[in-house]
Antibody
Framework: EVQLVESGGGLVQPGGSLRLSCAASGFTFSSYWMSWVRQAPGKGLEWVANIKQDGSEKYYVDSVKGRFTISRDNAKNSLYLQMNSLRAEDTAVYYC???????????????WGQGTTVTVSS | NFMLTQPHSVSESPGKTVTISCTRSSGSIASNYVQWYQQRPGSAPTTVIYEDNQRPSGVPDRFSGSIDSSSNSASLTISGLKTEDEADYYCQSYDSSVNWVFGGGTKLTVL
């Protein structure tokens, strides 16, 4: 069974940092593009970042560029999101997701994790 | 970049058919595949349609997807509505730079 389990969420002050982790199992992690998608309280889904199978390509939504870094460790079947200079508007549930591709294009989410909550507040 | 616009809410009775639209603001809807996600209250999203009209294994064939170039929109149709279909539904596509775009979501009420 494919499983994605996020961890690392919590309460952090504005300007602080947090590192989210996602443990993958039940599939060949190193063969999949991976993604982080977030959802602010009461709001819709927002794409955050994607990373290619070998980590050689990374893409970010404009609002997190320069502050967030997506990475992966294929030996540990793990995905990460390093979040720096956090703002109140980064408050959200963060979902780890595996990606469906078409050729070399990452189309959308295949499997979603259950999410981890990040709250940025003083 | 483009936007995907969905109706805020739709409602229909059990056993009926409902269609949720997703209109692309610029560029052709046919140029990039559209995906659809279901999010039941208090739960993580799940994927119900990918590549415009493909269903992942385990998704019932009551769910179908299509695109209409004349209205530049994608649609999710759910037939034989069940109370368990009550959820938020999101469309999603991507641009030429491989950045993803989500629609704002549609709340489906099955009365």
């Amino acid at each position: 069974e494919v499983q994605l389990v996020e961890s690392g969420g919590g309460l952090v002050q504005p300007g602080g940092s947090l590192r989210l982790s996602c443990a993958a199992s039940g599939f060949t992690f190193s063969s999949y593009w991976m993604s982080w998608v977030r959802q602010a309280p009461g709001k819709g889904l927002e794409w955050v970042a994607n990373i290619k199978q070998d980590g050689s390509e990374k893409y970010y939504v404009d609002s997190v560029k320069g502050r967030f870094t997506i990475s992966r460790d294929n030996a540990k079947n793990s995905l990460y999101l390093q979040m720096n200079s956090l703002r109140a508007e980064d408050t959200a549930v963060y979902y780890c997701a595996s990606i469906t591709i078409f050729g070399v294009v990452p189309l959308g989410v295949d499997v979603w994790g259950q999410g981890t909550t990040v709250t940025v507040s003083s | 970049n483009f936007m995907l616009t969905q109706p805020h809410s739709v409602s229909e009775s059990p056993g009926k058919t409902v269609t949720i639209s997703c209109t692309r603001s610029s560029g052709s809807i046919a140029s990039n595949y559209v995906q659809w996600y279901q999010q039941r209250p208090g739960s993580a999203p799940t994927t119900v349609i990918y590549e415009d009209n493909q269903r992942p294994s385990g998704v019932p064939d009551r769910f179908s997807g299509s695109i209409d170039s004349s209205s530049n929109s994608a649609s999710l149709t759910i037939s034989g509505l069940k109370t368990e279909d009550e959820a938020d539904y999101y469309c999603q596509s991507y641009d030429s730079s491989v950045n993803w775009v989500f629609g704002g979501g549609t709340k489906l009420t099955v009365l």
